[in-house]
């Protein structure tokens, strides 16, 4: 009897996948008769600004042969999505579902689902011109930014096409008829400049020039304070008894709504106190430079930016914008004075994410500045993707040659220790981007931008170059601060954290430049249910927080 049984159940399970096969057969059969393909969606909003920040986190995640293929495209109902244009069969985007929704579901995005190709409408931008010669376009990038209005600045871009081309557009992201009638209206003001303008679909193309490249391309570059002695080595060398004065961090205490986490394992960290003001101390380390000591301690006329923050934060959390088990950290540095403005928490080690890859930059330059390593057309590449486009693969690329995560922290605690106090070097970058074990304190990102900024680093100036290519900044970016501002910054996020550091160089009404550093960073105990809307939200806290401070400094310095 059971002998049957089971020949009855081996049975039943044959006709089973039979029946299955049939089904798959027939209905592939009538879509193939169709003639339908598919492509794959990741998000679909009416926020257009969600839908752009989403992207570009799910290009530091997808492998590179996806994200050339990543588009965003429209509705008619006003929606957006970010899709992979893969015109895909039935067969193959179930396979490629299954692969994408695992890979993504680690990381803590949404899960992706199939569309038909024929649901949305492509996007367009106005374009200005194309070939091989970078130069070329680049003189008509500048002359174009001279003459178009303050809303096109922004998004006036040189991108890299697929086939070696360059193509130099304004990323209008538009359907084909607005996009056509801003490109006749543009036409008129550009025919006497013999400069022709016409529409070009919206590719995903790498972005190799901006409006941060074109400053950084000037005199803007180069600190006109701070400037400390060139060393024999031809690098700046900061004064072994000058330190950068910050904080320190409170004794735990407790209060409600303000938790700090550590970063070391965030997910499993205990909860510790956060958002009680971190004030300078009154008195200085012994050790600092003397003709430094006044510049390095904040002074009492600067607190209202702080209070400003904390204000700010408080709401947040008074209304429940910012979780409980959320910490924060940040910190605004004057870099003509030489003065802390703002430390709250900046003493406090957070996740590093990716804001951890300068730092790794860093290492690799110093052994090319030893002879032990070249700086060639790969590495270059490499570079660039792992500072503008965060990639993991350049990462872990990078440092590799540097000698792998333990040699990179041996090099900045050895050479560097003036910067680095409590930076952790510890891992590659996972396949997942779940990095958590590499972490810094907002005072050590602060160290770094201002050692950047007086020139102090090897390979500085090429450190500043990649930092400051064209990308969706969390410090400039979507904020009330005046286009033409040069931004040298590196971003951070996990499903964990949220973060952005960088050095803003804003203009004064008398032409002048006004440098500073500005650190924000949100780091969350539990994984985000709804990664996209998390990242978007903790991303525009980090904006209101940079143009507080840039309304705060407006005044006092006389800025634009």
Known sequence: MKYLDLLFAKFSFVLFSLAILFCVCCTEGAWAAKKETFDIIYLRTKDFEKVLDYKEELETILDPHVKRKLKIVGWESGDYAVVYDGNLSARTVAKTLVKHAEMLSNTGFDEPYATKKQDFYNLYNVSYGMGRNLDSLKETYQLLYSCLGEEVKRDLVIEKTDYGNYILVYRLRGDEASTNAVAKKQSAILRAKKISTSISRENNNDVVYGESSLIDDGDADKPTFCKLPYSSDNSRALPKTTSLVVAKAPEPVSKKNDILLTSKVAPQAPPKVELTPVKPEATVNTTINSQHEALLVASTENTKVERAIEEYIGNLRSKGVIASDESTGWMVYDLESDRNLVGINADIEFQAASMIKPFVALAFFHKVREGKLRYDARSKRQMEAM???????????????????????????????????????????????????????????????????????????????????????????????????????????????????????TKTQKGEIYPYVIVGIIERRSKASDYGQWMVSRSRVIREVSTLVYEGLKKEHHLL
């Open 387 to 505: 500072i503008q486009r965060s990639s993991n693969t350049a990462t872990n690329y990078i440092m590799r040659k540097a000698g792998g995560p333990e040699q990179c922290n041996v090099i900045l605690k050895k050479y560097y220790s003036h910067i680095f106090k409590k930076t952790e070097i510890k891992e590659y970058i996972p396949a997942n981007g779940r990095t958590y074990l590499n972490s810094a304190t907002p005072a050590d990102y602060v160290r770094f931008l201002r050692s950047l900024w007086n020139m102090d680093l090897p390979y500085g100036k090429e450190i500043r170059r990649v930092m400051a290519l064209p990308g969706r900044d969390r410090l400039y970016y979507g904020t009330n601060i005046p286009r033409g501002t040069l931004v040298y910054n590196k971003t951070g996020t996990t499903a964990h954290l949220v973060g952005d550091m960088g050095i803003l160089v």
